[in-house]
């Protein structure tokens, strides 16, 4: 088991001042990384200043939204080279071949940018179109030819749900994801894990307390969020989707004992009113969900507390920014609008404001204080 990372809550004072700082003009610090992995180069970050202090629930980034989509990026690499705080997979359990697929609307075949790579400059070449493992190796080449990046959250929205009864379920999944990350993910037993020594009971608990490292101390790390699929979520036969299976398997890892196994947050996935985790009848669910996810125009619609969410230190992923009035074009918008609209989900206490700018680094290298 890795040594838990210290713990550090960000001063309310330099919050403050971070937060009047940014009224007045962002300041801009600071690189993505080196740039002799990427023949294109590597875009540099956008950050306000101290933001490495702050706990990773006290800033809100940039993340784009279906990376491994070849009509974004010809190679996964160059959406990390963006400087992107979150990158998307959607992902297929293909139990014929026992696969892991990764595609938007085939269950049976890789359609993606990640390909075969052990080194940087593999990470621009070859064949694409490879499985869900591939994708991780190209995440874990790239960040360790990029030192200090940023903390990186992965997305994987599960597109038809798990398949355990074929083997391809929430323990083959974290197999899979411990295989090819390794020591850089950032998991549930991590942030259960006491500064001192013990654990907090669950994730809520320890989230509630603010046992979130700082960015600084997570730089390098991947957190890794799962949530159910538009497929999963419209099916009728379908009673068990994702995001309670895999908390059901959390629960009673913690339970066994194994809670360091888990490679996965769950998160609660689409905006409600008051507390979501109500949606799941057994309550004995509800505190392994911090990570929450919807649209950000029904989160920022008026009848939603987003500053809830913000004072437990959950994490709260906003999607589609663009939509958020007035919509702004969803592939190419004005850097100053887009970065506007940055600082407007991070007043609205958002984590990651998700979106399709593939070709604004400027924006997904920018991290601000959250609220």
Same mark, same amino acid.
């Given at each position: 088991?890795?040594?838990?990372?210290?713990?550090?809550?960000?001063?309310?004072?330099?919050?403050?001042?971070?937060?009047?700082?940014l009224a007045a003009g962002l300041v801009l610090v600071g690189t993505a990384g080196s740039q002799a992995a990427s023949p294109a180069g590597t875009a540099g970050t956008a950050k306000a200043a101290g933001t490495d202090a702050?706990?990773?629930?006290?800033?809100?980034?940039?993340?784009?939204?279906?990376?491994?989509?070849?009509?974004?990026?010809?190679?996964?690499?160059?959406?990390?080279?963006?400087?992107?705080?979150?990158?998307?997979?959607?992902?297929?359990?293909?139990?014929?071949?026992?696969?892991?697929?990764?595609?938007?609307?085939?269950?049976?075949?890789?359609?993606?940018?990640?390909?075969?790579?052990?080194?940087?400059?593999?990470?621009?070449?070859?064949?694409?179109?490879?499985?869900?493992?591939?994708?991780?190796?190209?995440?874990?080449?790239?960040?360790?030819?990029?030192?200090?990046?940023?903390?990186?959250?992965?997305?994987?929205?599960?597109?038809?749900?798990?398949?355990?009864?074929?083997?391809?379920?929430?323990?083959?999944?974290?197999?899979?994801?411990?295989?090819?990350?390794?020591?850089?993910?950032?998991?549930?037993?991590?942030?259960?894990?006491?500064?001192?020594?013990?654990?907090?009971?669950?994730?809520?608990?320890?989230?509630?307390?603010?046992?979130?490292?700082?960015?600084?101390?997570?730089?390098?790390?991947?957190?890794?969020?799962?949530?159910?699929?538009?497929?999963?979520?419209?099916?009728?036969?379908?009673?068990?989707?994702?995001? #309670?299976?895999? %908390? $059901?398997?959390?629960?009673?890892?913690? *339970? +066994?004992?194994?809670?360091? @196994?888990?490679?996965?947050? =769950?998160?609660?996935?689409?905006?409600?009113?008051?507390?979501?985790?109500?949606?799941?009848?057994?309550?004995?669910?509800?505190?392994?969900?911090?990570?929450?996810?919807?649209?950000?125009?029904?989160?920022?619609?008026?009848?939603?507390?987003?500053?809830?969410?913000?004072?437990?230190?959950?994490?709260?992923?906003?999607?589609?920014?663009?939509?958020?009035?007035?919509?702004?074009?969803?592939?190419?918008?004005?850097?100053?609008?887009?970065?506007?609209?940055?600082?407007?989900?991070? #007043?609205?206490? %958002? $984590?990651?404001?998700?979106?399709?700018? *593939? +070709?604004?680094?400027?924006? @997904?290298?920018?991290?601000? =204080?959250?609220?």
């Amino acid at each position: 088991m890795s040594k838990p990372l210290p713990r550090h809550r960000f001063p309310v004072a330099l919050r403050t001042a971070l937060a009047g700082a940014l009224a007045a003009g962002l300041v801009l610090v600071g690189t993505a990384g080196s740039q002799a992995a990427s023949p294109a180069g590597t875009a540099g970050t956008a950050k306000a200043a101290g933001t490495d202090a702050l706990p990773l629930s006290g800033a809100t980034s940039s993340g784009l939204h279906n990376t491994y989509d070849p009509a974004a990026f010809k190679y996964l690499a160059q959406a990390l080279d963006t400087g992107t705080s979150m990158i998307e997979l959607d992902v297929w359990d293909d139990f014929i071949t026992k696969e892991w697929k990764v595609s938007h609307s085939n269950p049976l075949g890789n359609s993606n940018n990640c390909v075969n790579a052990s080194t940087p400059a593999q990470l621009y070449s070859g064949g694409a179109n490879k499985d869900l493992e591939s994708c991780l190796d190209n995440v874990r080449v790239w960040l360790a030819a990029h030192p200090g990046h940023a903390p990186l959250m992965i997305k994987l929205e599960m597109k038809a749900g798990f398949q355990a009864h074929f083997g391809l379920g929430p323990a083959q999944l974290d197999q899979a994801i411990s295989a090819h990350l390794g020591s850089a993910v950032f998991r549930p037993a991590d942030l259960l894990a006491k500064p001192g020594g013990g654990q907090y009971a669950t994730l809520d608990e320890a989230a509630t307390a603010g046992n979130w490292p700082t960015r600084a101390q997570l730089a390098g790390k991947v957190i890794l969020e799962i949530i159910p699929g538009t497929v999963e979520e419209n099916n009728p036969t379908d009673t068990l989707w994702t995001d #309670k299976e895999y %908390a $059901t398997y959390l629960r009673d890892l913690h *339970t +066994a004992g194994r809670t360091a @196994q888990a490679q996965v947050f =769950p998160a609660v996935h689409n905006a409600q009113t008051g507390d979501p985790r109500t949606r799941y009848a057994d309550a004995s669910l509800r505190p392994w969900f911090v990570i929450f996810d919807g649209d950000a125009t029904t989160y920022l619609n008026g009848s939603i507390d987003t500053a809830w969410y913000d004072a437990r230190h959950y994490l709260l992923v906003m999607t589609d920014a663009h939509k958020v009035a007035p919509a702004l074009d969803d592939k190419n918008p004005s850097p100053a609008d887009a970065q506007a609209r940055i600082a407007l989900l991070a #007043k609205s206490h %958002a $984590t990651i404001a998700s979106n399709d700018w *593939t +070709a604004l680094p400027q924006v @997904q290298g920018l991290t601000l =204080p959250r609220g």
